[in-house]
């Protein structure tokens, strides 16, 4: 009887020992989502494009496709661009990825002749139905720089 009581106190100050600690020690948590998290720079969101910074009215892909052809999970679903009077490249008006499937391998990153791409910090994507998930980075970049 009495050796249970000690073993138990014992238990229980050992118990509030770590609570006390746990106190005085920096938070670690965050009231998500009304604070966002500070996202590591080599964390891979979905693919997005690049603003040219030499006209930050475009954005850097030339609609060539390469990275469409080397995507091997078929996720770039079409790129298409145009070419204004007086520029020597076409700029894509319209890029498509199937977000479903790709699988951030970064292959299309790598190929980009142009440097068009990297990989977003968007780690809370979510949506209702696969479509949700089909993106156009050329409008996700407008989107974007209006936010
Ligand atoms: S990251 Fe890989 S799978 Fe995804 S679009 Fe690029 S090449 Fe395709
Ligand atoms: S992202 Fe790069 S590789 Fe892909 S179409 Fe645009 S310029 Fe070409």
């Not at 609609?63 to 009077?85: N, Q, R, T, W, Y």
């Not at 990297?118 to 996700?140: C, I, P, Q, T």
Request: hydrophobic content about 30%.
């Amino acid at each position: 009887m009495i050796y249970g009581f000690i073993k138990g106190t014992a238990s229980l100050i050992a118990g509030l020992g770590v609570t006390i600690r746990a106190f005085f020690q920096p938070v670690v948590t965050s009231q998500y989502p009304r604070e966002l998290l500070t996202i590591s720079p080599r964390f891979r969101g979905h693919t997005r494009l690049l603003v040219d910074p030499e006209n930050p009215e475009k954005n850097k892909c030339t609609a060539c496709g390469i990275c469409v052809k080397s995507c091997p999970s078929g996720s770039i679903k079409k790129v298409e661009g145009e070419k204004k009077e007086g520029e020597k490249k076409k700029t894509a008006t319209e890029y498509l990825l199937d977000f479903t499937t790709c699988s951030q391998c970064g292959i299309c990153v790598e190929v980009c002749p142009f440097d068009a791409l990297d990989f977003s910090h968007a780690y809370n994507s979510a949506g209702y139905k696969r479509e949700d998930f089909h993106y156009d980075l050329v409008k996700e970049l407008m989107r974007n720089r209006v936010q």
